[in-house]
């Protein structure tokens, strides 16, 4: 496939991604475009099929130009809840960074967890956070990207030409 016919594009929510690597490692190896959007520089590996976008530093900024993207044959790396519901809801495939992949099954659920705990925080009942990353999340990324990836390639998308 060419860059101009139905061509995967990844779009990582980069600010605080924790599978960056992973995903420039997938990026390569399919031959797909990855799109690391963040509000300030972060390096990213010299390749033509890596591109760094760095957005303006408005509240939620990143997020916007995602969602602006997201479509069919999109795959999107986020933590972000109301990103990826933005997200799923253009079509695109949503993964978290520990492999959870979001769908417009999951994501209502999704949502109202994360308003339940965010109202829970704001008013003390609980003060954690999330668990931390581990070796396990990372494989189980690595695998549900894969997957998102042999999908769509198998329902006609490509990565670019050589």
């Known amino acids: 496939m060419t860059e101009t016919s139905q061509a995967i594009a ?8 924790p599978v960056k690597n992973e995903v420039y490692r997938v990026a390569e190896r399919h031959r797909v475009k990855a799109f690391v959007v963040a509000n300030a520089f972060l390096m990213v590996p ?3 099929l890596i591109e760094r976008v760095v957005v303006g530093a408005g509240f939620d900024a ?3 130009w995602i969602a602006e993207r997201a479509g069919r044959g999109a795959i999107v790396i986020t933590a972000d809840i109301p990103l990826a519901s933005r997200c799923i809801k253009a079509g695109a495939d949503v993964i978290g960074p520990t ?5 417009e099954a999951s994501i209502g659920m999704a949502l ?6 965010e109202d829970l ?3 003390g009942d609980v003060t954690g956070g999330p668990r931390p990353f581990s070796q396990k999340d990372r494989s189980a ?3 549900a990207l894969d997957v998102a990836i042999n999908r769509l390639k198998r329902a006609g998308f490509g990565g670019v030409s050589p």
């Open 141 to 143: 990324f690595l695998s």
């Open 112 to 117: 109202a967890t994360r308003n339940l705990m």
């Open 10 to 17: 990844i779009y990582v929510d980069a600010d605080a991604c």
């Open 46 to 48: 010299q390749s033509p």
């Open 62 to 64: 990143a997020d916007d």
């Open 121 to 123: 925080r704001a008013t």
């Open 99 to 103: 492999g959870r992949p979001f769908t």
